[in-house]
């Protein structure tokens, strides 16, 4: 049995390495992961009792068209509730997205360091993915946009984006949006939205008022907490959910993880009380590498990347090594630097000492 041609030599996706496989490897007893951007400080209380509750049901398909969820989030959201479509997880609504719109004759514009899963599944599909260099980090809207022709189908923007953790304001992609042709459909990837400051970038739903080739993509994984009930979601135009739809598996939230995210969205203080915290850690975090003389890219999500001029390799290898888990620049195209997850005090607080460490240990030629 032959697979497709265009997915023998695709990548597997690499997740950060389980805290219980470091521990049995390596023999520590303590081990801390700021490798995944999971929110170190769990969920809400409201969404662990609805999930209680729910138990009770789980030898009982979901409501494959979540309808109450839809709902609570078109309420919260202040949309119409055939403007949002759920997946498992926003990976695969992109997955969704490729599927439905994608040919082989057809190319898709994206970053050239940005999330792994839109050039992914733009190959499965088999079309040709279009990457574009970043500027500082950045995503560079002009030379996307001078990359766009008639064969474009789908515009991919990670914003803020993974892994740098920058932003592109939405002056800027409403000037973006102005001038990409109607048959391009522009996503925006906004996993970790709700990280940033109101003043930093404002209400991006309004673009869907004007224009009807834009879907945002939003999830409960992040500061929600709820990354192991997988439940993403999209906001967009009805004539583009239709045809997402028409490629959706019928069951693809789970009854736990509807219910988690209704109570989740229901609880506003949670959400507020995790922003605050994140952006201490951020502050800590910062002030830390100017100390150590390192520079990190400005981060409005809950990991940052910093370029600790080593192989970064060598200096995750040596991190690892003292108990701590973080994603390596060389596995995301940054080989001198670290993606960073956002911990409680104490978690970076024993992830700076255990860095300054590792500095003085690894050579700048490992």
């Known amino acids: 049995m032959q697979p497709k041609q265009q997915i023998v030599h695709l990548p597997v996706y690499q997740p950060g390495k389980p805290i219980e496989e470091v ?9 801390i992961k700021l490798a995944s951007n999971e929110n170190p400080f769990g969920c809400s209380p409201k969404a662990k009792e609805a999930i209680q509750n729910e138990l009770a049901n789980v030898n009982i398909y979901p409501d494959g068209a979540a309808v109450e969820l839809t709902r609570v989030l078109a309420e919260s959201l202040n949309v119409k509730p055939e403007q949002i479509i759920f997946g498992a997880g926003s990976d695969e ?7 439905a719109f994608l040919s082989p004759e057809d190319n ?13 599944n733009v190959m499965v599909e088999g079309a040709e993915p279009i990457t574009v260099p970043l500027k500082d980090g950045t995503h560079d809207l002009d030379a996307m946009l001078a990359c766009v022709n008639s064969r474009t189908k789908i515009v991919w923007i990670c914003n803020p984006n993974n892994p740098t953790g920058t932003l592109v304001s939405l002056e800027k992609i409403r000037a973006f949006m102005e001038k990409v042709p109607d048959h391009v459909l522009v996503v925006l990837d906004e996993a970790y939205y709700e990280y940033i400051a109101p003043e930093d970038y404002g209400n991006s739903l309004d673009l869907l008022k004007a224009y009807k080739n834009v879907i945002i993509l939003r999830t409960f994984s992040k500061i929600h907490g709820l990354a192991a009930l997988r439940v993403g ?5 009805p004539d583009v959910l239709r045809s997402i739809n028409q490629v959706r598996e019928p069951f693809n939230t789970s009854r736990l993880g509807q219910a988690a995210a209704m109570a989740s969205a229901k609880d506003p203080q949670f959400i507020e009380e995790c922003r605050r915290k994140n952006a201490e850690g951020l502050q800590y975090l910062n002030e830390q590498f100017t100390r150590l003389g390192l520079k990190a890219f400005p981060s409005y999500t809950n990991f940052i990347m910093v370029d600790v001029k080593k192989p970064a390799g060598a200096v995750f290898d040596a991190l690892l ?4 888990i973080v994603r390596g620049g060389h596995q995301l195209g940054f080989p001198t630097s670290l993606r ?7 978690q970076n607080e024993k992830f700076i000492r255990a860095l300054e460490q590792v500095l003085n240990e690894v050579p700048v030629e490992a």
Not at 23 to 31: F, N, P, S, T, Y
């Open 108 to 120: 898709s514009v994206m970053a050239s360091h940005t999330f792994s899963q839109y050039k992914h």
């Open 340 to 346: 960073v997850t956002v911990g409680t005090r104490d």
């Open 23 to 31: 521990k049995r490897e390596l023999g520590l007893d303590e081990v």
């Open 93 to 99: 609504i992109i997955m969704m997205l490729a599927r």
């Open 321 to 324: 090594r003292k108990g701590i």
């Open 233 to 237: 979601y999209g906001i967009g135009h």
